[in-house]
């Protein structure tokens, strides 16, 4: 039985593929977050790349990824899909379970597939300097080592709850190079707006992208870099699903069913896109896809489709997508990649359609099958992948059940070595699980902006 699946590095994909050329939908336009009128290329142009606001509105299938980005993708690129052997065993399942491994990547994640690009376009235009926000410190450090390779200058607001709980992510973009602030902070208006109101914030990944964006507004050699939800990161995000089309053809499968973790959605739409892309151009039907989110934050699954905000201070293009309010303050979960009030747009219009069912987990129920993953696969995962684990073997156990041989494919977006605080609470009991009252949710949606309504 093949246990590893590698491409050569002339097997890596030529174009991104863009799901908006394929949706069952049209998608709703994004809006101005000061006027609610449609976001013009005019609107995104001092806070983004151009390149990167020209994807952003693209509507064609394909998109040449450029050779200077591709070289770069070969560090760690093609990444590898495994076939799951011992945790298959270990369930007694009749099931095939692949996953794609994006932990191979200097930053340890999914997250530099979309870094990269975003340096490379804004390198090309002259910028000096991006500002991002970062949850767990995944995409602070993807944004860090991308910089590095193109010599930008990167400046990251680091949710506070994070910062304290994984300073080795922080040392790490301080080692390509970064500054890195715990946020909320001092310095920008948004941050100290949140600490008046609470020194002892904890911080949001919302928060963080409001003091980004004010930042970058408010210099000339800045633009801003964002990690998940945009159009144009899913779109890079899907050399992923491509490689992994490849990889299952030459071990002769397709998923019948494709599993990940959902935090904006960026790393699961790299890997499903490329295969609802078959099921939209009907090349293919009956493939079922899961998003897997935390009880502590389930946008797709108790959120409301609705048009808001990126971020707590109301800065971003409102969007339309499944939300629970910008205001909505997530739980300190250790899944900080998932701790994000709202979904890409994308991925609202095909769970819209039933194209996408979400899926929810308590803490205890994602570090049940972590640590299950580790002693079988080997793989010390993020919390954010053990999400996606955990509904991989229910999604075995189910096929046990059926005494199907479905075959699963999954995405484990990154490892876990930064994670072992987690790991460590989980295995001493001491793990909490958190899950938002309905009138939480409630309250939180009254911050939804007053647009007209998408449902
Ligand atoms: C950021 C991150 C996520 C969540 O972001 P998506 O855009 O939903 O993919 C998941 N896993 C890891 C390891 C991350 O760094």
């Known amino acids: ?14 174009s991104w593929y863009n799901i908006v050329a394929d949706l069952p939908s049209a998608m709703p336009p994004q809006l101005h977050p000061e006027t609610l009128e449609p976001m013009t290329r005019e609107d995104m142009l001092p806070l983004l790349p151009a390149g990167i606001v020209d994807q952003e509105f693209a509507t064609e299938r394909w998109i040449e990824i450029p050779d200077r980005v591709r070289e770069l993708y070969q560090i760690w690129r ?13 369930l007694g399942t009749p099931a095939k379970i692949f996953f794609k491994y994006e932990g191979v990547s200097p930053a340890g994640s999914h997250k530099p597939n979309t870094a990269i ?45 994070s910062y304290n709980q994984k300073p080795y992510r922080k040392m790490l973009m301080a080692t390509w190079g970064a500054t890195v602030h715990s946020s909320p902070t001092e310095l920008t208006e948004a941050g100290r707006k949140i600490l008046a109101e609470d020194p002892n914030s904890n911080g949001s990944i919302g928060i963080a992208i409001s003091e980004a964006v004010q930042d970058a507004m408010s210099r000339e050699d800045t633009k801003f870099a964002l990690g998940s ?57 009956g493939t079922k896809f899961y998003a897997v989110e935390p ?37 300190p979960i250790h899944a900080g990649g998932l701790r994000h009030h709202g979904s890409s747009p994308t991925m609202g219009v095909l769970a819209q359609h039933g194209l996408i069912t979400p899926r929810t987990y308590s803490q205890n129920q994602i570090f049940d099958a972590a640590v299950q993953f580790a002693r079988t696969e080997g793989f010390v995962i993020a919390p954010e992948s053990a999400h996606s684990i955990r509904g991989v073997v229910d999604e075995a156990l189910a096929a046990k059940e059926a005494g199907e041989a479905r075959t699963i494919l999954m995405h484990v977006s990154g490892h876990g070595h930064f994670d072992m605080a987690a790991y460590d609470a989980y295995l001493a009991g001491r793990l909490e699980d958190f899950e938002p009252t309905e009138s939480e949710i409630s309250t939180a949606l009254e911050s939804l902006p007053d647009t007209k309504s998408l449902v």
């Not at 000096?128 to 930008?152: D, H, P, V, Y």
Request: aromatic content about 10%; charged content about 15%; overall charge negative.
């Open 1 to 14: 039985m093949v246990k590893q699946i590698v491409l050569s590095q002339h097997d890596m994909p030529e």
């Open 78 to 90: 093609p990444s590898p899909l495994y076939r799951a052997t011992s945790l298959e065993k270990a």
């Open 117 to 161: 690009p975003q340096a490379y376009y804004a390198a090309q235009e002259g910028v000096k300097r991006l500002t991002s926000e970062t949850g767990a410190g995944q995409w602070g450090s993807a944004l860090a080592f991308a910089c590095a390779q193109f010599g930008l200058e990167a400046t990251v607001y680091m949710v506070r709850a």
């Open 229 to 285: 939800i945009s159009n144009n990161v899913l779109l890079h995000q899907t050399v992923i699903g491509l490689e992994a089309k490849k990889q299952l053809e030459i071990a002769g499968e397709y998923p019948d069913v494709v599993i990940g973790c959902v935090g904006g959605g960026s790393g699961y739409a790299g890997l499903a896109y490329p295969f609802l892309y078959d099921q939209l151009s009907g090349k293919r039907t």
């Open 295 to 331: 009880e502590a934050c389930p946008s797709l699954s108790r959120g409301q489709y609705a048009y808001d905000y990126p971020d707590t201070a109301s800065l971003g293009p409102v969007l339309p997508m499944y939300t629970l309010g910008h205001t909505f303050m997530p739980a």
